[in-house]
């Protein structure tokens, strides 16, 4: 299914460079963009990024983002005019058993981008931040963009360092940036393009549909005694595709309501481990398997977005906020392209 082109912004008619447009949110973003009229360049060292997530219509670099004068001839090659920036890495207990390398990947690859964009003259810059700078205590309520921040994870905290690092520059006038902080990014493109693809990746939509396509024996519940209803952990899923256009708005808006700006992605409803499982077996028909375990280090009972400044600023408006819905999409993608022999393949798989 084709989607209809939108007039291009006329202040933006320069391409858009997504580093770490080869991963799941990246990849997504590239096709909205595309879809929306953009030219697109990627940046991907392909350290988790699968080449052929790449959509077709944008051209790829090849290039780790701490190699700062690659970026630089990148950003002038392409005649660049703004940046969403997703390159990372992503895996919260990752990041427990290795911090140095997630201080260095992510805010070495964040310093130097920045350093090459002031070289080549871009001042704009859409940042893939996340709900994991909140502090951990809070309460169960949902969380708005000017609750306290303190990181329990290194991943966390790379991404507060980055903000902060945005914030100063901006300070001194040097670039315009506007901060997305995604809660649980979940889903697939509802046309069948793109969707998660990461071997090792760990989230929970992500493995209870591989649970449910045979791949995985069970799906473990991890922790039935948190302070929630049903005593699993509850989690705001937003919809990749959704999330893929709130970049797209504060792109179009840069010079406005988005500047300098941080933004909340989340619909501001939460969904338990536990709907999550009844969602799937309702989508299949079939009772998924499950066991259960102890709470998993560092996860919190309830994390739930105050989303209402996205779509009050910046107009946002969901078209896939329902669980039932994240699910499908989820779950189709996995059926009928995410299979394990594939992985790895620069082929995109049949
Ligand atoms: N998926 C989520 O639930 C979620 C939630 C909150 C925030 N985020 C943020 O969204 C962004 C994208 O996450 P994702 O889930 O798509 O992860 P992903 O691992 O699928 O994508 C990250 C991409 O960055 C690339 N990359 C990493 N380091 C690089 C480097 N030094 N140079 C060039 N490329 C590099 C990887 O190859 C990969 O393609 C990240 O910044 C992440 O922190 C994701
Ligand atoms: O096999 C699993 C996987 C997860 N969970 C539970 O499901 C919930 C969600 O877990 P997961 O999908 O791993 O996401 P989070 O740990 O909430 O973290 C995600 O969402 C954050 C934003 O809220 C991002 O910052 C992180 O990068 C991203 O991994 C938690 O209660 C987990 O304990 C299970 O019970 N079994």
Redesign the pocket.
């Known amino acids: 299914m084709s989607r209809p082109m939108a007039e291009p912004d006329p202040t933006l008619s320069r391409p858009v460079l997504v580093t770490g447009g080869a991963g799941y949110v990246g990849s997504h973003i590239a096709l909205a963009l595309l879809d929306a009229g953009y030219r697109v360049v990627v940046a991907d060292n392909l350290c988790t990024g699968l080449r052929w997530l790449v959509p077709d219509g944008a051209c790829f670099e090849e290039v780790d983002l701490r190699d700062g004068d690659a970026l630089e001839q990148i950003l002038r090659r392409h005649d660049i005019g703004s940046v969403v920036h997703c390159a990372a890495s992503?895996v919260?207990p990752d990041s427990v058993a290795d911090p140095l390398s997630y201080y260095s990947n992510n805010i070495g690859a964040t310093l130097s981008l920045l350093g090459a964009m002031a070289r080549a003259g871009v001042r704009r810059i859409i940042f893939s931040s996340?709900?994991?700078v909140y502090r951990a205590d809070n309460a169960g309520q949902p969380i708005a963009e000017d609750a306290p921040t303190d990181p329990l994870s290194p991943?966390?905290a790379t991404k507060l360092m980055a903000e902060r690092i945005l914030r100063d520059t901006a300070a001194i006038g040097a670039l315009d940036y506007t901060i997305l902080r995604?809660?649980?990014v979940a889903g697939a493109d509802p046309d069948g393009r793109a969707g998660q693809s990461t071997p090792a990746a760990?989230?929970?939509?992500k493995?209870a549909c591989e649970t449910a396509c045979g791949r995985r024996p069970s799906?473990?519940?991890?922790?039935t005694d948190w302070p929630t209803p049903d005593g699993?952990?509850v989690?705001d899923f937003v919809h990749v595709s959704d999330l893929a256009q709130a970049h797209i708005m504060a792109l179009q808006q840069g010079a406005e309501a988005a500047r300098n700006r941080i933004f909340n992605c989340g619909y501001g409803s939460g969904y338990s481990?536990r709907d999550v499982v009844r969602a799937l077996e309702a989508a299949t028909g079939t009772a998924l398997p499950v066991q259960t375990a102890a709470r998993?280090a560092g996860?919190l009972a309830q994390?739930v977005a105050d989303g209402r400044a996205l779509a009050d600023t910046l107009g946002w408006q969901p078209r896939y906020a329902d669980l039932n819905t994240i699910i499908a999409h989820s779950l189709a993608w996995e059926s009928s392209h995410s299979t394990p022999e594939f992985h790895g393949l620069s082929g995109r798989p049949k």
């Open positions: 992503t919260v996340t709900a994991a991943y966390g995604y809660f649980n760990t989230h929970l939509i493995l799906l473990t519940i991890y922790g699993t952990g989690r481990v998993r996860d994390v």
